[in-house]
């Protein structure tokens, strides 16, 4: 299949390409975790048969794109962002028809498909990192970065940088030298000074474009280039997932040249095709240089998921990200889960008081310009799984002793579908992990119809995201902040406008317009109106 074909298809069944801008701008786009969305063979595992099937939520929860997180041959030593094989599909997940038919099914629905690519380490079990093994002293080693120790014989790591999981970023082979891995031991990081590997990424990207996708999530994409020399820290600095201190190894200049000529492979294509970068910057301002218009299209917004449920960090958040991003003519983007965090209804105190807030916070995340993020399961209200038993963990930070900032076991629970006890519909039999004993209310088939559901107020806030004029397009719909007291975010639209109440009792405002989604019931004689605690509600004006 040719990407002319793809990209023609692709048109004529989509109603949602923006004309002008780009699509990839306002987008709402759809993480999913394959592993744990959806099982078609009965192996408790996620498969790409089994997101294929259930393609119809997205298309009814009404979002733009999905992003799909690694499906491709790997021996899943950190979930499948352990590459062996970048062109096939791992059997666990299926293979490459299967992977062809979902982007085919899911064009046909209207919605474009970003995969995943992991270029900042491959696996272990790479054919490059097994023939670097097997020769010490060959060429081969040149791909990845291979040291001799420190000590009289060589014992000790080559420098003092610490691996995000824990431990070492360096692992001694058993003829003496050390390789570098800031994650796992079983992920090799590459040497991008090393001709090749750029030439075999620019091929990867080729084979899954031509396959018809629209776009990739570049995984550690600040991390490929290391800080001339591979210096010492000189103070054990611990690295983490979404951190932001600076570090040799981390958001190094270099990194842009390998961005920019991936954003000239991308513009190749017809499209757009779209990079979106996972990359972890001390400042905004740095993140922004990622989404130059020359480099990739959009990059995580880290800063806002870790704000807290506090109004005045959440607008400087905000005003900070809008400002930084609008410096370099990007769209910013918005998120509040993903797999790598603790789920954001259990970070905002779990609970009936958790869940509000997530609801309301996903309100003002829909509500502001730009892209949004959201992780599978956030639309069902999910709370984190923190009561598992250490026999079933799989992530490598649990395992090597948690060296990055959360365990991410408990946010990649398999989905809730329908049904009265585990696995609820996720598939035909059992879930790599257990799901709890009372998430049936959770399920979607429960939360379907139900007005009060979490679902159901996703469903109508993207409804509503597409249909008010003031919502969605960031550049003819700018925000203005309107006068608020302490703990409320008050802003308005064009037509539009949103209120967030943070504080723990009801708010009471002169109404300003018509209220037409919120994330709690707003009581209201059309003059003024009572928020309850926390909550937001959508105007219109
Ligand atoms: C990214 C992924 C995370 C993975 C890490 C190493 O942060 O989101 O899941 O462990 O990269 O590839």
Redesign the pocket.
Known sequence: MTHELTASRLASASSKVTASGGWWRDAVIYQVYVRSFADSDGDGVGDLQGVRARLPHLARLGVDAVWL?PFYVSPQA??G??VADYRAVDPLFGDLSDADELVRAAHALGLRVIVDV?P??TSDRHAWFREALAHPASEARTRYHFRPGRGPGGERPPNDWES??GGPAWTRTPDGAWYLH??APE?PDLNWEHPEVAEEFASVLRFWLDLGVDGFRI??AHGMVKAPGLPDIGRGAQAT??GTEPLPFFDQDGVHAIHRSWRRLLDSYEGPRIGVA?AWAPTSERLALYVRPDELHQAFNFRFLNCPWDTRAMRTVIDESLAATASVGAPTTWVLS???VVRHVTRYGGGAQGLSRARAAALLMLALPGSAYVYQGEELGLPEVEDLPDAVRQD??FLRSAGQDGL?DGCRIPLPWSGELPPYGFGPAGSWLPQPADWAPLSVAAQTGDPHSTLELYRAALELRRALPGLGAPDAAPLTWLPAPEGVLHFTRPGFACTLNSRSEPLELASPGRPVLSSAPVETDGRTVLLPADACTWWAL
Do not use: C, K, S
């Open positions: 997180t950190d979930g962002y352990d992991v900042n380490h995000v999981f800031l994650f992920q995984d550690v997932l979404i996972e993903n797999h790598d490598p930070a991410r």
